[in-house]
């Protein structure tokens, strides 16, 4: 039963470039958030999505960020025009909500470097 | 809006000992939930242990215990005969109920310790 998987693990970008990161969810699971970690720093919430759904995006940046999560497929998080300030550690989770405290199963994340 | 403070950025113990690492938060909530997750260097995150807040027994988990004072929106980790392989970051965590009205069921993270085991 294989875990939330990520890709890439490493990912090396130029300023301006797009950064493309992919997230698998757990078999069965159809709820991904998405997390960053600035260096030194604790994981921010950025969003929440559902199968074909964004539910909660209050963590997003408003410009450049967008996720999605469709019916076939990995959830995606696309970063444009990407900036130093974006490099961080990006971590999916996914869930199956079926109790209150809705257990998030984390992937290895994927290390987003901009030069 | 929720927060959640590690007031201690790094920490070490020996091999065997105990360790203690501290975590506040802040809310308005009755019932929530909180979590230790550990995050060791090859950045996995890893659930240690989770408590509710209407539960008054102490959460345990083998060597991971906790301390919950709920009035003084304290939740601490003991790790009882630290070993080398406890060696890695650890974080607090707060969660509103999934089910109640409006949440989302995203998790609210401190800073982070890091905690160092020695032989």
């Known amino acids: 039963n294989a875990g939330v998987m990520q890709n890439p693990r490493h990912l090396v970008r130029r300023r301006g470039q797009e950064a493309r990161l992919r997230c698998s969810p757990m078999k069965g699971h159809s709820h991904v958030y998405w997390y960053r970690q600035l260096p030194e720093e604790g994981l921010k919430f950025m969003v929440y999505l559902q199968k074909e759904n964004i539910i909660d995006e209050s963590g997003m940046p408003k410009e450049r960020f967008s996720a999605e999560f469709p019916k076939e497929g990995p959830s995606i998080l696309r970063i444009q025009q990407v900036v130093r300030g974006d490099s961080a550690a990006y971590f999916c989770a996914s869930s199956l909500p079926g109790t209150p405290y809705n257990e998030q199963f984390f992937g290895p994340g994927t290390r987003l470097t901009v030069l | 809006a929720q927060t959640v403070t590690q007031s201690q950025p790094e920490m070490s113990v020996q091999e065997a000992e105990t360790v203690t690492l501290s975590c506040t938060y802040d809310?308005?909530?009755?019932?929530?939930?909180l979590f230790w997750y550990k995050q060791p260097p090859s950045r996995q995150m890893i659930l240690v242990i989770r408590?509710?807040?209407?539960?008054?027994q102490n959460a345990t988990e083998n060597r991971f215990s906790v301390n919950f004072q709920k009035a003084a929106k304290s939740f601490s980790l003991k790790i009882s005969d630290s070993q080398l392989g406890d060696t890695a970051m650890y974080f607090c965590?707060?969660?509103?109920?999934?089910?109640?009205?409006?949440?989302?069921?995203?998790?609210?993270f401190g800073q982070g310790t890091t905690l160092q085991v020695k032989p």
């Open positions: 965590a707060f969660m509103k109920p999934y089910f109640a009205s409006g949440n989302t069921g995203k998790l609210i």
């Open positions: 408590q509710e807040a209407y539960k008054q």
């Open positions: 809310t308005s909530e009755n019932n929530y939930y």
